[in-house]
């Protein structure tokens, strides 16, 4: 306030300086200016006077006090009917043009007198003419030389200067001591106690409003200290995450178990609740919860889970913010996901065979099978039996790798296991006229042997199970800069792009059909991936529909051997 104060004075005193300044040039000058002009024709009715009295001769007696004048003494020209210079008090008239076409001089001629002024080119100075014709035919002219206002101002420019700044300064002097003088009883005012000061009577009703607002303040603080005790006492002590946030998304509280679930601080208070988590997903929960009121979403941090439940809250009507619950769900979750895949897989498999087994069973128990057919259905008995039996030692397999239970391992050729590998499944190859075939290296790997045989054996198995009849099964051994490669490649019916990325999901299967028909459990390609995690080798896969797929185990440094 002082500096808009000070501001307002000074500028209204050096506009006034200015101004006083341009007036008091401008009517100075015309006055000197008028005062001239009459002066001039008074000369010029003289001078007229004495040359028709004197001719030449008059004009020559006052030719030499004005050669030594300055340039702003008055000039005679003396200029005859045809234009031709008689004489001239500066310049001799055999020197001077001809003077016919000058204005003021056509005018004298026609009306018996005239008066002009002309400017120099840079507008500096200006000459003014003032002509009369003789009664002889002549014309007899005076001109002076005159400043402009802008000369002039030029000319007394440091003067001018001078007394802007001194008045500037004196200007400033006084407007910084009077804006002080203003606003010193307004910096001497007690908020505190707005009815003690002693201020201007135009403030008395702000500082009783002051007054009366203090103390509804005062009361209404202390009733916030104490709910806000209270409710920290209660989020303190819970298990559960508990935040807080305005309309804008800003975080206004975090207990202790949200700051360790989102991994803050207590200084997060007071920032964006996105720069504490940017998961995309629980932002949008809150957006959802602003707009219809509640949204609930899952999602997992520190390896935990969590259920976010988020509601609006909302003050007379309008939306105030939100409230972020986190539930800790882990246990849960992995129950329920557990008794999901249990059920929905393993009573899916076993639901099969078991009705294959029982509709056998009751048809040879009450007779209605014909003595030669009983053959069939005791087959049908043990295939289905065998099935149940291959899938439950899958099952303990895959529980045994989850644990991470097996035996110690030991250097493995992996060409000659995967030699064992194909010479079992040779028989059931040839049934279908597919072509196996073994390449590559004698490669040790430090692994377990049951497991990476059974690894072989389970690729080729798939290979055979999903190839075409006259096809062919490819199994290479290779090392690498990176490590040892064991690829199996088929000329089988190839898995679709959307499967491509569950096929190692337990109990997964692209052809259900087929693969009860050839005898699958669906935990293959499962035990597979399981047994490569363990020895920490990387799976491939590459597959084109119709011309078959190629599954590559990708075995560290550290694992290779030559022999």
């Known amino acids: 306030m002082t500096k808009k104060i000070f501001r307002s004075i000074l500028l209204a005193a050096v506009s006034v300086l200015l101004a006083s300044l341009v007036i008091i040039m401008g009517c100075l000058y015309d006055y000197y200016r008028n005062v001239q002009e009459k002066q001039l024709r008074d000369e010029l009715r003289l001078a007229s006077y004495g040359v028709e009295a004197g001719g030449s001769g008059y004009l020559e007696q006052l030719a030499s006090p004005y050669r030594f004048a300055s340039v702003a003494d008055c000039r005679l020209t003396w200029i005859a009917a045809d234009g031709k210079v008689l004489f001239d008090t500066h310049v001799p008239a055999a020197e001077m043009e001809n003077h016919a076409d000058r204005a003021e001089v056509r005018e004298a001629m026609a009306e018996g007198e005239s008066g002009g002024v002309r400017y120099s080119e840079t507008l500096t100075e200006r000459t003014l003419y003032y002509a009369q014709r003789l009664t002889d035919g002549t014309v007899l002219r005076i001109s002076i030389s005159q400043l402009t206002v802008f000369a002039l101002a030029m000319g007394m420019l440091q003067p001018i200067l001078l007394t802007a700044i001194i008045a500037a300064i004196l200007s400033a002097l006084l407007a910084h001591r009077m804006a002080k003088s203003i606003v010193a009883p307004l910096n001497r005012l007690d908020l505190d106690r707005p009815l003690e000061n002693d201020a201007y009577e135009e403030l008395s009703p702000l500082l009783g409003r002051i007054h009366q607002q203090h103390r509804q303040i005062e009361a209404q603080l202390r009733e916030l200290g104490r709910k806000t005790e209270e409710f920290e006492q209660i989020t303190e002590n819970m298990g559960e995450g508990l935040v807080l946030l305005d309309g804008k998304g800003v975080v206004l509280s975090i207990n202790p178990a949200a700051r360790t679930i989102f991994h803050a601080d207590s200084a997060c208070v007071g920032q964006e609740f996105l720069v504490i988590d940017r998961d995309h997903t629980i932002n949008l929960a809150v957006q959802t919860a602003l707009?219809?009121?509640?949204?609930?979403?899952?999602?997992?941090?520190?390896?935990?889970?969590?259920?976010?439940?988020?509601?609006?809250?909302t003050v007379d009507g309008l939306t105030a913010g939100t409230v972020l619950l986190a539930f800790d769900v882990t246990e849960q979750a992995a129950a329920e996901r557990s008794r999901r895949e249990f059920t929905a897989n393993v009573s899916h498999e076993l639901k099969t065979p078991l009705q294959s087994i029982m509709g056998s069973a009751e048809l040879l128990e009450n007779g209605l099978v014909k003595q030669e057919d009983v053959p069939q259905f005791v087959g049908v008995?043990?295939?289905?039996?065998a099935r149940l039996v291959t899938l439950m030692e899958d099952i303990i397999h895959l529980s045994q790798l989850d644990e991470g239970t097996a035996?110690?391992?030991?250097?493995?050729?992996?060409l000659e296991l995967a030699d064992s590998a194909v010479s079992a499944l040779r028989e059931r190859a040839e049934e279908r006229h597919i072509g196996l075939s073994v390449s590559g290296e004698?490669?040790?790997?430090?692994?377990?042997?049951?497991?990476?045989?059974?690894?072989?054996?389970?690729?080729?198995?798939?290979?055979?199970?999903?190839?075409?009849?006259?096809?062919?099964?490819?199994?290479?051994?290779?090392?690498?800069?990176?490590?040892?490669?064991?690829s199996v490649k088929d000329t089988g019916i190839g898995i679709p792009p959307e499967y491509q990325a569950r096929v190692f999901e337990r109990f997964f299967r692209v052809d259900k059909s087929r693969s009860k028909a050839s005898g699958g459990t669906g935990l293959g390609l499962s035990i597979v991936k399981h047994i490569a995690q363990y020895h920490h080798a990387d799976l491939d896969l590459h597959s084109t529909i119709g011309e078959g797929t190629d599954i590559s185990v990708a075995f560290p440094n550290e694992h290779q051997m030559s022999k």
């Open 407 to 414: 035996p110690e391992k030991e250097q493995v050729n992996l």
């Open 442 to 486: 004698n490669l040790m790997v430090d692994g377990v042997r049951n497991f990476l045989y059974e690894m072989f054996y389970n690729l080729i198995d798939n290979a055979i199970k999903y190839n075409i009849d006259g096809g062919r099964v490819e199994l290479s051994v290779s090392a690498g800069d990176t490590g040892i490669t064991v």
């Open 381 to 385: 008995i043990r295939t289905e039996a």
């Open 291 to 313: 707009e219809r009121g509640h949204s609930e979403v899952r999602a997992v941090r520190n390896d935990r889970e969590y259920q976010f439940d988020i509601s609006r809250i």
